[in-house]
């Protein structure tokens, strides 16, 4: 219950994946639309076929690509090369 109220009201940036059998897609639909309803705005990535926790193991690029997209968002990025990250 604690997840589902996220008291941070920071904006989030879910990973999931509708092949992860420890928490489901569903599930994780539920988190976000109760974190949004309390004012958290909350971004989700949908991966076909990653098992939990496993995103950036099987897709890398789009992984790094939607967290790069996110941080963007939130004005939090400098050169990619000065993180250590290169496309």
Same mark, same amino acid.
């Given at each position: 219950?604690?997840?589902?109220?996220?008291?941070?009201?920071?904006?989030?940036?879910?990973?999931?994946?509708?092949?992860?059998?420890?928490?489901?897609? @569903?599930?994780? =639909?539920?988190?976000?639309?109760?974190?949004?309803s &309390?004012?958290? /705005?909350?971004y989700?990535?949908?991966?076909?076929?990653?098992?939990?926790?496993?995103?950036?193991?099987?897709?890398?690029?789009?992984? @790094?690509?939607? =967290?790069?997209?996110?941080?963007?968002k939130?004005? &939090?990025?400098? /050169?990619?090369?000065?993180?250590?990250?290169?496309?």
């Amino acid at each position: 219950q604690l997840f589902h109220t996220n008291t941070l009201h920071k904006p989030a940036l879910m990973f999931v994946s509708k092949a992860d059998t420890v928490s489901s897609l @569903t599930s994780n =639909l539920r988190v976000k639309e109760s974190w949004d309803s &309390l004012g958290t /705005k909350t971004y989700i990535k949908i991966f076909e076929k990653s098992p939990h926790v496993e995103h950036y193991r099987k897709y890398p690029k789009e992984y @790094t690509a939607e =967290l790069y997209a996110f941080l963007n968002k939130l004005n &939090l990025t400098q /050169k990619e090369k000065k993180v250590g990250v290169q496309f």
